[in-house]
């Protein structure tokens, strides 16, 4: 028995959802890891003044496709932070054995600091300003994040096994 990965490289910026997350339901959650990937963050560590209205439209247009397809782990960009946050499911926090998604991020491999304004929610779990990268190994039971620093240090980890059925 194994785990399948399907990842999807979603355009945030495109408000029709409808043929990225098409390609998504083609895949049986129940075996497969979705993950997704994009650019600006729903759930972002850092305040950026405006950025922060951007992360709350963001969530309201994004967060129910990606329920809907049951992702696992969305990888955030853009405002170069470490981070890792609770499982979230329908905008709010839920149990580890729930369905949701865990968000990580946010690159940050060699830029320079730039960070000022440092949130702290009920959304994030784990966060540094740490320059980091995550490694994703699939294992028969999903699939294994590690985040290491610039001088090879692990720094966080997860496993993240495919969301149970609703």
Known sequence: DH??????????????QATQME????????RHNHLAMY????????SAGPREAD?????EQWSPPIDEARVSVAFENHVHAFKRTHKIFGGKPVPDHEQGTVYVGDGRWGTPRFVTNLLQNEFLNKTS????????????TGVQLTAYNLN????????????PAS
């Open 55 to 59: 992360a709350l439209l963001l969530r």
């Open 23 to 30: 390609w998504l339901k083609q895949h049986d959650p129940q």
């Open 152 to 163: 090879g240090d692990e720094i966080d980890e997860l496993h993240a096994a495919p969301n």
């Open 3 to 16: 785990t399948e990965v399907s990842v999807l490289d979603l355009s945030t910026v495109v408000h029709d």
């Open 129 to 140: 300003i740490d320059n980091h990268f995550w490694l994703v190994e699939a294992a028969a």
């Open 39 to 46: 650019h600006d963050s729903l759930y972002p560590y850092v």
